[in-house]
């Protein structure tokens, strides 16, 4: 495909994913969280019961639609290509901290670009650490970091994943005594939009997101390391159409969908300093992984057993969060939350030094 014509797709795929965050929030999801992974990663840990915290249990169907449809999308292009056996329990690792980073911001890079669309300039606050924990890891990079090859694996092996997510469907829909939800009333996790149009939009989102390799980090990444902002332009076009839905919904007075400010602003905080900090974990780590946490689930669909792990990494560090008081609220960051945060810049420094020693020893 020519480069214009590539550069064109991605940005109307962020066009689409824009206008769909926002509407999923017009159909029910919590405000300015029309779709966040490491949000909806957590409210399925919970769900699962590997946390207690009632206000976020569910099983996200987005989360769901979006590893399916990039799977479906990738056999039909024969892309689907199981690999795996890069450093797994190092992707784990990197996989938990970032998620630590994720909730002491409460979003992830996907949710950063939807509330800063909704008005939220506490975001700018994560979006300035979150530059520069990527430029913290193109450091690492550019001296010649790496995490080592993956290996062809056997077909099963890359769609058990993919199953996982239609087992999870099905828990659902036929949600047994077994699986948690938050009540009516009881945080975010009881704010959703019906199922079916939270499935039919993951599925979009995933397709779309297999089809232009979206990816906020591998965005920035580029800029910087090669100047190409092809994969950026596909964010800065959903700030750009998540903008302008939420102010024409606010607008016909189907509820409030920009309100510009930091006070007040729906599951975030004002203290600048952590969402930095909390930002700059997360970069740090995704550039270490190759990919932000759209982008993991993406390769997962097709296939990726290290993308899977790093998810796998990513849920057990939103259940860790929230079991041992490390995520943050509306009223701000937890004391044990700011020390995981640092441990987790530590953890993550230590791994880019030692998987660039070792690389350049060999």
Same mark, same amino acid.
């Given at each position: 495909?020519?480069?214009?014509?590539?550069?064109?797709? @991605?940005?109307?795929?962020?066009?689409?994913?824009?206008?769909?965050?926002?509407?999923?929030?017009?159909?029910?999801?919590?405000?300015?969280?029309?779709?966040?992974?490491?949000?909806?990663?957590?409210?399925? %840990?919970?769900?699962?019961?590997?946390?207690?915290?009632?206000?976020?249990?569910? *099983?996200? !169907?987005?989360?769901?639609?979006?590893?399916?449809?990039?799977?479906?999308?990738?056999?039909?292009?024969?892309?689907?290509?199981?690999?795996?056996?890069?450093?797994?329990?190092?992707?784990?690792?990197?996989?938990?901290?970032?998620? @630590?980073?994720?909730?002491?911001?409460?979003?992830?890079? =996907?949710?950063?670009?939807?509330?800063?669309?909704?008005?939220?300039?506490?975001?700018?606050?994560?979006?300035?650490?979150?530059?520069?924990?990527?430029?913290?890891?193109?450091?690492? &990079?550019?001296?010649?970091? %790496?995490?080592?090859?993956?290996?062809?694996?056997?077909?099963?092996?890359?769609?058990?994943?993919?199953?996982?997510?239609?087992?999870?469907?099905?828990?659902?829909?036929?949600? !047994?005594?077994? *699986?948690? =939800?938050?009540?009516?009333?009881?945080?975010?996790?009881?704010?959703?939009?019906?199922?079916?149009?939270?499935?039919?939009?993951?599925?979009?989102?995933?397709?779309?997101?297999?089809?232009?390799? #979206?990816?906020?980090?591998?965005?920035?990444?580029?800029?910087?390391?090669?100047?190409?902002?092809?994969?950026?332009?596909?964010?800065?076009? *959903?700030?750009?159409?998540? #903008?302008? /839905?939420?102010?024409? &919904?606010?607008?016909?007075?189907?509820?409030?969908?920009?309100?510009?400010?930091?006070?007040?602003?729906?599951?975030?905080?004002?203290?600048?300093?952590?969402?930095?900090?909390?930002?700059?974990?997360?970069?740090?780590?995704?550039?270490?992984?190759?990919? /932000? !946490? #759209?982008?993991?689930?993406?390769?997962?669909?097709?296939?990726?057993?290290d993308s899977a792990i790093t998810v796998?990494?990513?849920?057990?560090?939103?259940?860790?969060?929230?079991?041992?008081?490390?995520?943050?609220?509306?009223?701000? !960051?937890?004391?044990?939350?700011?020390?995981?945060?640092?441990?987790?810049?530590?953890?993550?420094?230590v791994i880019a030094v030692a998987n660039?020693?070792?690389?350049?020893?060999?």
């Open positions: 495909m020519p480069k214009t014509h590539e550069k064109t797709g @991605i940005v109307l795929a962020g066009i689409a994913i824009g206008v769909i965050a926002s509407l999923l929030v017009f159909f029910g999801n919590p405000v300015n969280m029309g779709f966040c992974i490491a949000c909806f990663l957590r409210d399925i %840990s919970g769900a699962l019961g590997l946390h207690t915290a009632p206000a976020v249990q569910y *099983i996200r !169907p987005e989360i769901l639609g979006l590893v399916l449809g990039s799977f479906l999308l990738s056999v039909f292009r024969k892309e689907f290509m199981p690999r795996g056996g890069s450093s797994p329990l190092t992707r784990f690792v990197l996989g938990f901290f970032v998620m @630590i980073g994720c909730l002491m911001f409460l979003g992830c890079p =996907f949710r950063m670009i939807l509330r800063l669309a909704g008005g939220d300039l506490n975001a700018v606050f994560g979006l300035l650490g979150f530059v520069c924990g990527i430029l913290a890891g193109v450091f690492f &990079l550019n001296k010649g970091y %790496s995490l080592k090859r993956t290996y062809k694996l056997p077909t099963l092996e890359g769609a058990a994943f993919s199953a996982i997510q239609v087992a999870l469907l099905v828990l659902l829909v036929a949600a !047994p005594a077994f *699986i948690y =939800f938050s009540e009516a009333g009881a945080g975010p996790g009881a704010l959703h939009a019906p199922i079916l149009i939270s499935l039919a939009a993951g599925l979009i989102v995933g397709a779309l997101a297999q089809r232009t390799r #979206l990816c906020m980090v591998g965005g920035i990444r580029d800029l910087v390391l090669f100047g190409e902002w092809k994969l950026l332009a596909g964010f800065i076009a *959903i700030l750009a159409s998540a #903008l302008v /839905c939420n102010l024409v &919904l606010t607008g016909t007075g189907a509820g409030t969908f920009f309100t510009l400010g930091m006070e007040g602003q729906p599951v975030a905080h004002t203290d600048g300093l952590w969402n930095f900090l909390g930002m700059l974990l997360a970069g740090f780590g995704c550039v270490l992984l190759g990919g /932000c !946490p #759209l982008r993991q689930l993406v390769l997962s669909g097709e296939g990726n057993t796998l990494g990513l849920g057990i560090g939103a259940a860790f969060a929230h079991n041992f008081g490390l995520a943050s609220s509306g009223t701000g !960051p937890t004391a044990n939350g700011k020390v995981a945060v640092v441990i987790g810049i530590v953890v993550v420094a660039t020693v070792r690389t350049e020893k060999a």
